[in-house]
């Protein structure tokens, strides 16, 4: 009997790949362990290696086939873990199998993690990739060169690692921005692909090649952020994949047994020697890379792995901090310092003595380049404002990660040589400015308050051409006004930075600083120094040409100045404040302008001559400079909101004629606002009102009042709002005794309606047909009030109405109906011997009396009333909506039963109307009952006849 063959996880899984290939699902028990595998997760890969990955136990088993377990025709030559399997499958057994999944990988935190991708997405946001490249010529093959690379063979010594190119071809070539990251993320790929195929040491050579070398690449210039984000990405996978692969090697024994979970913080002694043995393998290949960049940024990329050979990583990091002090392009330099700083914050060691030093050979670098007149420095090409602007991210984000901690800041204080502690700092380190601008910025408020006139300091010996100085004292107020109530030296900080600011020759800087710290002089009432200030501006604005920038700086002090003080009196008492306001113009004038209103008209009324007149001279401002707000509609309404809510809130008191003035003076000067309009005919009607209710003989001045209405109402370019506003207008003027003008208005409200639907589009709106018929029924309720016309008819107008109803097809069944009968109402109210309500006016005589006895007025009534009906009849059956037939029958017939005494022909049309509600509703229908009751109840009227 052959001698059975022993199974093995490499023959294993050559059954595996049979298996596959058939689409079977096998299992297999085999020491306790539960192997599973689907045939097609992964479908359409012919590679066998890649399974290892898929899950930890089988590269614990495949490593140890290796090395003990080989059937004895299989080659096998030295094991190279950073290769995995090197030997081909031969002979496949039968068994079956599945793998268990362990996952108990470490990952980085997620805040972490969150931060440095948001920081990234910024970082290409500032600097936007143009659509050509200028690269250099070995960047150029990298980028253009092959896009697989084939396997590495297996005696490769760790010298050809390194590329035997150098930087010797001269001048740059162009490529597109689409082609360049398009290669970048298929290198990416590349390095998966090579990986997931256990060819690590391909994997290796392709970051070296096409990631950390193009970092070399300074010369693409404003480029470089996108370029270190995808490098860095790439750095970060390779990083990861390198760590997971240790990790199982701990996790796991030889034979595929789980032996310990590791924690996050664990310790190097429980590390298995292979692990350690596989960590080792790959510092030292890493380590033999020529190129010191590249050796940089693979390390920095594996970095977390120290952890599996030593408990106390630091040493090494620092070790990394002073390699990069090789790099001699300070750009490539700065970005470097970068990536470990992220790389660090992988590490659960909190020291940050990485993060001073970082800080401090940065800040030396920077003192060079700011030194040096040369346009060019080291291997970037270009002025140095531009270079120091694409290393700007990388402090910010440094200084960032030094005052994270609450809880090292005094030690971080202590070790930047800021001071002895946050309370006593000394204020004479030479910083460079654009590192102390992010010292400011990162520092907790109260440790900058506390010691306000050292950082004064501090700015003011910082004066190189890196950074704005007065950006500087910029930030260095804003974060003094985050903790405003606890400035203990405002005296000697305003003394201070005012003189510091007049120094200033250049009107942008001197206002930026200016400021930044009004905020503070406005908190503490330091009124000398805000009017000495205000002079001072005032001048250096009449002396110079103000651009937009200063513009924006000098709109910031004066909303500062009216947002602060309630009373705008004051504001406007303030010296040369007027006069800075003069200054200003365009966009920046139209901004102050909208908040000097806000404030102003928070109180019930503005009564002030003085304060009125300059008010409006901002209204005026804002209505002539509305153009130059950013948004057309948004804008440009809350600016009418704000002049309309201002000349509501005007009040001259008795003063009536005045502030009817004032109205005819809003009408020219804001002619552009129409909604303005109707508030100032309201106004004139108010004007009006109060004039009638002192009782005094003022019938001129509400003349004048109606007059003006009379004239801005035709302006409204939307008719439904005409016909309200005259019949606002219409019954002051009754009020008042103006029948003439009562009845003017009252034709021009009518002849609104015969305009309303070819204007108003009221054929789309069916709210806004509803309004015009409301108004219509006011306008019926009102004639009740209104003498009749002598010489045109008494009822002119509600002939006009009806005549109105057949020539709009706007009007519904239903809304005519709803006109009809208010007409019906009005006629039988005009019936009555003595009508129901009268005009408060002596002079205005009711129709009661004017046409008492009146055989012609009479006549004219029943005829009115007679073809109201049967216009109410006709109009019922026109009505699409059987329901709503129904129930518009019922509706007149009510009105018919309530308001007239019955005959034979009222009686006949309400039997009619209940006959077609009893067809369309059902004689059933409640509204139905209710209306034949109601009837019933009406009987001895209809019998006594008409």
């Not at 972490?112 to 050509?132: A, D, H, I, Y």
């Not at 090494?316 to 001699?328: E, F, Q, T």
Request: glycine share 4%; charged share 25%.
């Amino acid at each position: 009997m052959a001698k059975k063959k022993a199974f093995t996880p490499l023959l294993y899984l050559a059954y595996l790949s049979k298996a596959r290939r058939e689409g079977r699902k096998l299992t297999l028990r085999k020491k306790g362990l539960l192997f599973y595998f689907d045939s097609n997760l992964r479908k359409g890969r012919e590679d066998i290696p890649h399974l290892i990955d898929l899950y930890p136990g089988w590269r614990a088993l495949s490593d140890l086939a290796l090395r003990s377990s080989f059937p004895d025709h299989v080659n096998v030559e030295f094991f190279d873990p950073l290769r995995g399997l090197s030997a081909e499958i031969l002979e496949p057994v039968e068994d079956m199998t599945v793998a268990e999944k362990h996952s108990s990988s470490q990952s980085t935190s997620h805040l972490l993690t969150k931060e440095w991708t948001s920081f990234n997405k910024l970082l290409m946001q500032r600097f936007p990739v143009p659509k050509m490249i200028s690269i250099s010529a070995l960047s150029s093959k990298t980028i253009k060169g092959k896009k697989a690379i084939g396997e590495v063979p297996a005696n490769m010594q760790s010298d050809e690692l390194n590329d035997t190119e150098k930087l010797t071809e001269r001048g740059f070539k162009n490529v597109s921005q689409q082609e360049y990251i398009k290669r970048l993320h298929e290198l990416k790929d590349e390095i998966m692909r090579s990986w997931q195929s256990d060819d690590r040491v391909t994997s290796l050579k392709l970051s070296i090649k096409v990631v950390a070398r193009l970092l070399m690449d300074t010369c693409v210039a404003q480029f470089y952020p996108t370029l270190f984000v995808l490098a860095t990405d790439i750095m970060d996978m390779l990083g990861d994949m390198v760590w997971e692969r240790i990790r199982e090697k701990s996790v796991f024994a030889d034979d595929g047994t789980k032996i310990c979970t590791l924690s996050d913080h664990f310790e190097a002694d429980s590390i298995s020697l292979e692990a350690k043995e596989t960590c080792n393998n790959w510092f030292r290949k890493i380590a033999s890379i020529h190129e010191l960049l590249p050796r940089i940024y693979l390390e920095l990329a594996i970095f977390p792995c120290w952890r599996f050979l030593q408990n106390d990583v630091m040493d090494n990091l620092m070790r990394m901090v002073m390699m990069i002090r090789g790099v001699a392009d300070p750009l490539a330099s700065a970005y470097c310092r970068f990536f470990l700083i992220h790389c660090a914050q992988k590490l659960p060691q909190r020291d940050a003595g990485h993060l001073v030093t970082c800080v401090s050979d940065q800040n030396i670098i920077l003192g060079q380049i700011v030194s040096i007149k040369e346009n060019k420095y080291g291997n970037f090409l270009g002025d140095h404002k531009l270079l120091i602007s694409l290393i700007e991210p990388t402090i910010e984000f440094t200084m960032r990660c030094i005052f994270k901690d609450p809880n090292q800041i005094a030690d971080m204080i202590v070790r930047l040589e800021l001071g002895k502690s946050p309370l006593e700092l000394h204020g004479k380190a030479p910083w460079i400015s654009i590192i102390l601008h992010y010292i400011l910025k990162e520092l907790p408020t109260e440790v900058v308050y506390s010691n306000a006139l050292e950082f004064l300091h501090l700015v003011e010996c910082s004066s190189d051409f890196s950074f704005d100085q007065c950006l500087n004292y910029k930030m260095l107020g804003l974060k003094l006004c985050e903790g405003i109530d606890q400035l203990n030296t405002v005296d000697a900080v305003t003394n201070e930075v005012i003189q510091a600011a007049t120094k200033r020759k250049i009107l942008d800087e001197y206002l930026k600083i200016l400021d930044a710290y009004m905020d503070i002089i406005l908190h503490y009432n330091m009124d000398r120094s805000l009017s000495s200030l205000l002079s001072e501006i005032f001048e250096r604005l009449c002396n110079e040409v103000v651009s937009e920038n200063e513009l924006a700086s000098l709109q910031s002090i004066v909303v500062k100045l009216v947002t602060h003080f309630e009373d705008m009196k004051y504001v406007f008492d303030l010296n040369c404040f007027v006069d800075i306001l003069d200054v200003m113009h365009g966009s920046s004038r139209s901004i102050v302008c909208m908040h000097i209103l806000t404030n102003a008209t928070k109180i019930d009324r503005i009564d002030d001559p003085t304060t009125i007149k300059l008010l409006f001279d901002v209204a005026q401002s804002l209505h002539d400079n509305i153009g130059f707000l950013n948004s057309k509609h948004d804008d440009h309404q809350q600016a009418e909101l704000l002049v309309a809510r201002f000349v509501r809130k005007v009040d001259h008191g008795m003063e009536l004629d005045r502030h009817l003035t004032f109205l005819v003076k809003c009408r020219g000067v804001f002619s552009s606002m129409n909604d303005l309009k109707e508030i100032l005919v309201h106004s004139s009607n108010l004007l009006a009102t109060r004039a009638l209710r002192e009782r005094k003989n003022n019938l001129s001045f509400i003349k004048s009042c109606i007059t003006f209405n009379e004239v801005t109402i035709p302006c409204i370019p939307s008719y439904a709002r005409q016909l309200i506003l005259y019949l606002e207008t219409a019954e002051v003027s009754l009020f008042g005794g103006l029948i003439s003008h009562s009845d003017g208005l009252l034709d021009s409200a009518v002849c609104c309606l015969q305009n309303v639907y070819l204007v108003d589009g009221l054929q789309k709106s069916n709210e806004d047909a509803d309004g015009i018929v409301s108004s219509i029924r006011k306008l019926c309720g009102f004639l009740v009030l209104v003498p009749g016309n002598l010489e045109q008819g008494a009822m002119y107008i509600p002939k006009k109405i009806l005549s109105l109803l057949d020539s709009q097809s706007w009007i519904t069944p239903k809304l005519r109906i709803r006109v009809l009968c208010s007409l019906l109402s009005l006629s039988a109210t005009f019936a009555q011997n003595e009508l129901p309500y009268h005009a408060i006016h002596e002079k205005v005589i009711g129709n009661d009396r004017l046409f008492l006895g009146d055989a012609m007025y009479s006549q004219e009534l029943g005829s009115l009333s007679s073809i109201i009906l049967h216009n109410m009849v006709n109009t019922i059956p026109q009505e699409p909506s059987q329901a709503m037939r129904g129930k518009l029958a019922l509706e007149a017939c009510n009105c018919i039963a309530l308001f007239f005494k019955g005959n034979s022909e009222i009686l006949s049309e309400c039997s009619k109307l209940m006959e077609i509600a009893a067809s369309c509703l059902g004689g059933d229908d409640k509204y139905l009952q209710w209306t034949i009751n109601f009837v019933h109840k009406q009987a001895p009227i209809f019998v006594g006849g008409g």
